[in-house]
């Protein structure tokens, strides 16, 4: 009696179901997972800002005012990372002492960054997430920071600003969406500090692979509740 062949490996017919069932899956798995990644790194970056906006009230309940150089802008006029050495003054307030960039490390404050933490106090422990791999503070390229001036809990955004952040926003929201912002509200954030990166202004190489590299439109106070 003779066996029967057994069917070895799969028919071509075969081979490109299997071909198409994964190519849909990519389709719709790859998307989805790289949308996460993008979300997840966001919200990395805002649980930076808070723990930052968290310790420069610490700072200010313990001084009685704000870092001294927030102090030198008026209320709604953000504070850029790339002027006036804002990048160290911001880390001097916070931590005590001077990154030492390219070398790693901390030093003590120069004579005119002590006005900024006269005690050398440190509020805040920097981890490694929050440095670019260069030694500069994460993002410091796109990086803006306001205060509240005045004390009286609000922090008024400037017209300019309100239509930088709602143009910004324009690449997650709809048209039909923006339009139905109350400006007059949304210009009030009622926040002590905010921290906020609109667009993404990096100028670090692929080389680099820094993890914020790509993401934009990120905010320490809740912007999204004006869209529900």
Not at 77 to 86: K, Q
Not at 133 to 140: E, R, S
Request: aromatic residues 12%; negative net charge.
């Amino acid at each position: 009696m003779k066996k029967k062949n057994k069917k070895n490996g799969f028919s071509l017919i075969e081979l490109l179901v299997v071909i198409s069932i994964l190519a849909i899956l990519a389709a719709v798995v790859v998307p989805s997972v790289a949308g996460f990644l993008g979300t997840s790194e966001k919200v990395k970056m805002q649980a930076i800002f808070r723990t930052w906006v968290t310790q420069i009230v610490q700072f200010k309940s313990h001084y009685g005012y704000f870092p001294p150089f927030l102090l030198q802008y008026s209320e709604g006029e953000p504070v850029s990372f790339l002027v006036d050495d804002v990048e160290s003054k911001f880390i001097a307030s916070l931590k005590g002492k001077v990154k030492v960039i390219g070398e790693g490390g901390w030093s003590v404050m120069s004579d005119d960054l002590t006005s900024q933490n006269p005690k050398a106090l440190e509020f805040h422990a920097f981890s490694e997430d929050e440095f670019e791999k260069n030694g500069h503070i994460v993002a410091y390229e796109s990086l803006k920071v306001l205060v509240d001036y005045d004390g009286d809990g609000v922090i008024n955004l400037p017209p300019d600003l309100v239509d930088e952040i709602l143009n910004s926003l324009a690449s997650d929201h709809s048209p039909e969406e923006l339009s139905q912002i109350n400006r007059e509200e949304f210009a009030r954030v009622h926040e002590k500090v905010i921290f906020f990166i609109t667009s993404n202004e990096s100028s670090s190489s692929a080389e680099d692979d820094n993890w914020y590299s790509s993401i934009e439109n990120v905010f320490s106070w809740n912007v999204e509740k004006y869209f529900n």
